[in-house]
């Protein structure tokens, strides 16, 4: 079945660190690619997704490339600030199922 | 409107108890879900709802009961709770296929 694996946390940086958060998957088809970002005490919301290969997301100074070759998603920042300090979730949607196959997640710490 | 409106936000309940959640979009997106998320740990599929119709249900205990009266509004009926049921529960909803999945803010549930 599908799945995907997220390096463990949690990552802790000083502002205006870079950052990488890596992401494999694996999957039977070709599926869309999602970082969801989640602020303690709130639901997740969708930082950046990529549905083939070679695409880029981005948003927020985050982005993401859909590396079909190494199936990876990793996320990178050139420079996180105190704000982005939250669980970052890697996912895929496999077409055939429609639903999202997340990774365990990763904590982000940033200190001032 | 790209809102998935959750309610109650918070919600406190005895064993013996019945309540509902409540999860409201105005998308006209045609799949709707019910994800259980624990403390440190990626949301889990309960539910599918496809064009108002179960499509998916992961094996979860009859003490849950999803129901989706119309394509904008899904309810999840609780009943009979354990205290290991005691988490946030997340409705999304999407286009379905490989499209994005829009989450609620969701409901933090305590079964006492």
């Known amino acids: 079945g599908d799945s995907v694996t997220q390096m463990e946390g949690p990552v802790t940086l000083s502002e205006e660190a870079f950052l990488t958060i890596n992401c494999t998957y694996t999957?039977?088809?070709?599926?869309?690619l999602f970082w969801y970002v989640q602020y303690p005490g709130e639901g997740l919301q969708l930082l950046l997704k990529?549905?083939?290969?070679?695409d880029k997301g981005s948003n927020k100074g985050f982005e993401a490339t859909y590396r079909k070759e190494t199936t990876s998603f990793h996320l990178e920042k050139g420079s996180v600030q105190v704000s982005d300090s939250a669980v970052y979730f890697c996912?895929?949607?496999?077409?055939?199922?429609?639903?999202?196959?997340f990774g365990k997640g990763t904590m982000l710490l940033v200190s001032p | 409107d790209t809102e998935v409106t959750q309610t109650p936000k918070h919600l406190v309940m005895g064993m013996t108890n019945k309540k509902s959640l409540k999860c409201e979009q105005h998308?006209?997106?045609?799949?709707m879900y019910w994800y259980k998320q624990k403390a440190k740990k990626p949301p889990e599929l309960m539910f599918v709802?496809?064009?108002?119709?179960?499509?998916i249900n992961e094996s979860v205990p009859s003490r849950f009961s999803p129901e989706c009266p119309n394509s904008s509004l899904l309810n999840l009926h609780l009943h009979a709770l354990q205290p290991e049921d005691s988490a946030l529960y997340l409705c999304?909803?999407?286009?379905?296929?490989?499209?994005?999945?829009?989450f609620g803010s969701g409901t933090q549930l305590s079964v006492l």
């Open positions: 998308m006209g997106h045609r799949a």
């Open positions: 999304a909803s999407s286009q379905g296929g490989r499209e994005k999945l829009f």
């Open positions: 990529a549905t083939k290969a070679d």
């Open positions: 709802y496809s064009y108002e119709k179960l499509s």
């Open positions: 996912a895929l949607v496999d077409p055939g199922y429609s639903t999202l196959t």
């Open positions: 999957a039977t088809g070709y599926p869309s």
